[in-house]
Antibody
Framework: EVQLVQSGAEVKKPGESLKISCKGS????????IGWVRQMPGKGLEWMGI????????RYSPSFQGQVTISVDKSITTAYLQWSSLKASDTAIYYC?????????WGQGTLVTVSS | EIVLTQSPGTLSLSPGERATLSCRAS???????LAWYQQKPGQAPRLLVY???SRATGIPDRFSGSGSGTDFTLTISRLESEDFAVYYC?????????FGQGTKVEIK
């Protein structure tokens, strides 16, 4: 069974750093892209970026380039999304998804709250 | 970047009625690269349709997708109670994935 399990909810202050994770199982982890999608409170889905665990090839949406870093550790079948300095506007639910040209499996989401 | 515009923003219908959701792209999209998702409150999105018209595993046949070029449609033939949700279209092109802003299907 394909599963993507994300790390738990986080509460952070502006300016703090954060790294959230997405662990894949039940399939060949290095053969599929893993993407990250943001959903701000009450809003729609926004594609942030994507990584191919096989060779760590990474692509970013222009809207998120330079704002976040996507990485992977294929030895533990886990992808990461990280921020070096959070802002209040980063408050959102972040989903990871297994991707080809669409996202066929999704993680459960990680709620990130940034508040002073 | 290709922009996807969904209409209407909200669709108010009764169970048993037919729902027609539209997704228009700012540039032509390959039919192989257009997908639809359903999202219910508090849940992750779920893939319904990929490649414009192929249903994902376990998706009932009351859901169907069609279209080409810049105009795509998701049709729900007879709405059931569990179908009231938000629906998003998504396209893939030149190593970028983009989503429409969503259509909410609500109970009338």
């Amino acid at each position: 069974e394909v599963q993507l399990v994300q790390s738990g909810a986080e509460v952070k202050k502006p300016g703090e750093s954060l790294k959230i994770s997405c662990k894949g199982s039940g399939y060949s982890f290095t053969s599929y892209w893993i993407g990250w999608v943001r959903q701000m409170p009450g809003k729609g889905l926004e594609w942030m970026g994507i990584i191919y665990p096989g060779d760590s090839d990474t692509r970013y949406s222009p809207s998120f380039q330079g704002q976040v870093t996507i990485s992977v550790d294929k030895s533990i079948t886990t992808a990461y999304l990280q921020w070096s300095s959070l802002k209040a506007s980063d408050t959102a639910i972040y989903y990871c998804g297994r991707a080809t040209t669409s996202f066929d499996f999704w993680g459960q989401g990680t709620l990130v709250t940034v508040s002073s | 970047e290709i922009v996807l515009t969904q209409s209407p923003g909200t669709l108010s219908l009764s169970p048993g009625e037919r729902a027609t959701l539209s997704c228009r792209a700012s540039q032509s999209v390959s039919s192989s690269y257009l997908a639809w998702y359903q999202q219910k409150p508090g849940q992750a999105p779920r893939l319904l349709v990929y490649g414009t018209s192929s249903r994902a595993t376990g998706i009932p046949d009351r859901f169907s997708g069609s279209g080409s070029g810049t105009d795509f449609t998701l049709t729900i033939s007879r709405l059931e109670s569990e179908d009231f949700a938000v629906y998003y279209c998504q396209q893939y092109g030149t190593s970028a994935w983009t989503f429409g802003q969503g259509t909410k299907v609500e109970i009338k």
